[in-house]
């Protein structure tokens, strides 16, 4: 069974820092581009950063530049975005997902084509 769980969402005042976490299980996991995405309330889904099969290579949206740090641990199955200066803008559910296709910098930030995503986890950012 394929499974992607993000964890590490939270509550966190502005300027804080949080890490997010997404365990892959039921695939082969290095085969996989991964992306990280967000939905808002009354906002369409926006892509925030992706990271190739190796780890190697990253994109992020202008969005979240120099503030959100993707990462992969190929041993562990595990992705994460390290989340820093965070705003009250950045409030909203939070997930992850697999992409089988090849790294293609910002394309890999549209979420149609990804194969697999998960629940979600909701980060909120208090003023």
């Known amino acids: 069974e394929v499974q992607l769980v993000e964890s590490g969402g939270g509550l966190v005042q502005a300027g804080g820092s949080l890490r997010l976490s997404c365990v892959a299980s039921g695939f082969v996991f290095d085969a996989y581009v991964f992306g990280w995405f967000r ?8 892509g925030l950063s992706c990271i190739s099969q190796s780890g190697g290579s990253t994109y992020y949206a202008d969005s979240v530049k120099g503030r959100f740090t993707i990462s992969r641990d190929n041993a562990k199955n595990t992705v994460y975005l390290q989340m820093n200066n ?15 296709r090849w790294f293609r910098s910002g394309s890999s930030l549209l979420p149609g084509g990804y194969d697999y995503w998960g629940q979600g986890t909701q980060v909120t950012v208090s003023s």
């Not at 965070?86 to 089988?100: F, G, H, I, Q, S």
């Open 39 to 46: 939905h808002a309330p009354g906002k369409e889904r926006e």
């Open 86 to 100: 965070l705003k009250p803008e950045d409030t909203a559910v939070y997930y992850c997902a697999a992409d089988l």
